[in-house]
């Protein structure tokens, strides 16, 4: 009777730590299946520094979808680029004035949606302005535009001289030159993070320059962004929660240079061909990084008071602006998105 009893209480054990050791591994299988790992990889791209983050449980998988996504944008910046010969872009401008060119359908796509920010903004927005651009050279420090050339180039300007038809496209005049820099990278950016999704992964964050889109979230909470304050170098004017939703930030302080005291920066007014004044920056939070590119040049351009009324007529767009001053204006709904109210 002892005998029986003992072997039935090693029986006992035994088959507790049998269920112990099952629970120990599918405690393991779990937490492998669903840990939560931050991947990176950073390029240039588009003149400016690219990086892709996902958040996954496979680092093999998720290298692979991060290089899905750099090649989604470097397509975009093949097709869109003024310092590529041979994109797209290069030869709609190459043969202004004289014959239409056929283009690939993203460059279509993206055409017709500055058209439509143009009409939204009144001629804010302006992808026109390429030729005068070019004038500052602020690629290699930036200088005073030559009046006669300045003059001459400015008469370019004007997206009405845009003619769209299927797949082609053709400037009416000579010397016209396009410049998608104000909407093309929040368009790779949003091709950046179809690849990724496409992939089965849904928390990413693609920043390209400051322009970012975050879907999904981090590893352990929202995505958070700083806003930087455009005079004060390193200090953060606000922290935006972002989840499935892009910000775009334009600002004086990126791209310019200081003659006899004035600063010169490559934000530049479509009718006067001269640096905007009256803003220092604006910070804008939409669904998709084109919109929030694009919109955040129009409302720069169109100053303050019109900027931040265009804010307040679009759903789904929240914005912040700096003033010449230093005033920071915030629309009615951006402060759901940041992480101190004000």
Same mark, same amino acid.
């Given at each position: 009777m002892f005998k029986l009893k003992t072997i039935?209480?090693?029986?006992?054990?035994?088959?507790?730590?049998f269920v112990l050791t099952l629970i120990f591994l599918f405690r393991g299988f779990v937490s492998a299946?669903?840990?939560?790992?931050?991947?990176s990889e950073t390029r240039i791209l588009m003149g400016t520094v690219v990086e892709v983050t996902v958040i996954y449980n496979n680092e093999r998988h998720a290298r692979k979808v991060i290089g899905d996504a750099f090649i989604a944008m470097e397509r975009v910046d093949r097709l869109m680029s003024n310092f590529k010969e041979d994109s797209d872009i290069s030869k709609i401008n190459r043969a202004a004035g004289t014959e239409e060119v056929t283009v690939d359908n993203d460059v279509i796509e993206v055409i017709k949606k500055s058209l439509y920010y143009s009409e939204l903004s009144d001629g804010a927005f302006d992808v026109? =302005? +390429?030729?005068v651009e070019e004038l500052y050279d602020f690629e290699t420090g930036g200088k005073i535009p030559e009046t006669d050339k300045f003059v001459d180039s400015i008469k370019g300007v004007g997206y009405k001289n845009i003619s769209v038809n299927g797949n082609a496209v053709y400037l009416l005049k000579k010397g016209i030159k396009l410049d998608l820099g104000g909407i093309a990278k929040g368009y790779a950016i949003d091709k950046g993070i179809?690849?990724?999704?496409?992939?089965?992964?849904?928390?990413?964050?693609?920043?390209?320059?400051?322009?970012i889109r975050a879907t999904g979230e981090s590893e352990n909470a929202?995505?958070? =962004? +700083?806003?930087?304050?455009?005079?004060?170098?390193?200090k953060l004017m606000d922290t935006i929660l972002l989840k499935n939703l892009s910000v775009a930030?334009?600002?004086?302080?990126?791209?310019?240079?200081?003659?006899?005291?004035?600063?010169?920066?490559?934000?530049?007014d479509p009718v006067t061909g001269l640096p905007v004044e009256g803003v220092q920056s604006v910070t804008?939070?939409?669904?998709?990084?084109?919109?929030?590119?694009?919109?955040?040049?129009?409302?720069?351009v169109m100053g303050k008071k019109k900027g931040m009324a265009l804010i307040e007529r679009l759903k789904d767009v929240e914005g912040i602006i700096v003033d010449s001053n230093g005033m920071v204006s915030y629309s009615s709904g951006v402060k759901k998105h940041l992480m101190n109210s004000h």
């Amino acid at each position: 009777m002892f005998k029986l009893k003992t072997i039935e209480k090693n029986y006992r054990i035994l088959y507790l730590l049998f269920v112990l050791t099952l629970i120990f591994l599918f405690r393991g299988f779990v937490s492998a299946d669903y840990e939560r790992v931050r991947f990176s990889e950073t390029r240039i791209l588009m003149g400016t520094v690219v990086e892709v983050t996902v958040i996954y449980n496979n680092e093999r998988h998720a290298r692979k979808v991060i290089g899905d996504a750099f090649i989604a944008m470097e397509r975009v910046d093949r097709l869109m680029s003024n310092f590529k010969e041979d994109s797209d872009i290069s030869k709609i401008n190459r043969a202004a004035g004289t014959e239409e060119v056929t283009v690939d359908n993203d460059v279509i796509e993206v055409i017709k949606k500055s058209l439509y920010y143009s009409e939204l903004s009144d001629g804010a927005f302006d992808v026109t =302005i +390429g030729r005068v651009e070019e004038l500052y050279d602020f690629e290699t420090g930036g200088k005073i535009p030559e009046t006669d050339k300045f003059v001459d180039s400015i008469k370019g300007v004007g997206y009405k001289n845009i003619s769209v038809n299927g797949n082609a496209v053709y400037l009416l005049k000579k010397g016209i030159k396009l410049d998608l820099g104000g909407i093309a990278k929040g368009y790779a950016i949003d091709k950046g993070i179809e690849a990724v999704k496409k992939n089965g992964i849904d928390d990413v964050l693609i920043n390209a320059g400051g322009d970012i889109r975050a879907t999904g979230e981090s590893e352990n909470a929202q995505w958070k =962004i +700083g806003v930087l304050h455009p005079r004060e170098k390193d200090k953060l004017m606000d922290t935006i929660l972002l989840k499935n939703l892009s910000v775009a930030t334009s600002g004086d302080y990126r791209k310019y240079f200081i003659s006899d005291g004035k600063r010169y920066h490559h934000i530049l007014d479509p009718v006067t061909g001269l640096p905007v004044e009256g803003v220092q920056s604006v910070t804008i939070i939409a669904p998709l990084a084109v919109d929030a590119d694009a919109l955040a040049t129009a409302v720069f351009v169109m100053g303050k008071k019109k900027g931040m009324a265009l804010i307040e007529r679009l759903k789904d767009v929240e914005g912040i602006i700096v003033d010449s001053n230093g005033m920071v204006s915030y629309s009615s709904g951006v402060k759901k998105h940041l992480m101190n109210s004000h």
